[in-house]
């Protein structure tokens, strides 16, 4: 089994940053892909960002330029450096693992972030 725990979150001013950090837990491979997720109130779930085991990212066109997507595999870390934050960037943000061999995926609990305008 997977636990995920996000941390980071919170009330922040428009053009402002914020780093969430997702601690893994559990049986954990290096090979298996990470990712950040986001609700909005009334939303659906939407991809923010996604690392794959060799580093390869892909970033929401939201977000582009603005977020970085990293991780620690020694730690079992995950992390999402946002910068330049805007309203419209509130939300509940998951993080997410996905195992290369099984295809089974985990979510953590979720982080609040809040901008302001």
């Known amino acids: 089994q997977v636990q995920l725990v996000e941390s980071g979150g919170g009330l922040v001013q428009a053009g402002g940053s914020l780093r969430l950090s997702c601690a893994a837990s559990?049986?954990?491979?290096?090979?298996?892909?990470m990712g950040w997720y986001r609700q909005a109130p009334g939303k659906q779930r939407e991809l923010v960002a996604s690392?794959?085991?060799?580093?390869?990212?892909n970033y929401a066109d939201s977000v582009k330029g603005r977020f970085t997507i990293s991780r620690d595999n020694a730690a079992n870390e995950l992390y999402l450096q946002m910068n330049s934050l805007k309203p419209e960037d509130t939300a509940v943000y998951y993080c997410?693992?996905?195992?290369?061999?099984?295809?089974?995926?985990?979510w953590g609990q979720g982080t609040q972030v809040t901008v302001s305008s």
């Open positions: 559990g049986s954990i491979s290096s090979i298996d892909s």
């Open positions: 690392i794959a085991s060799r580093g390869t990212t």
């Open positions: 997410r693992l996905w195992k290369f061999f099984t295809g089974a995926d985990y």
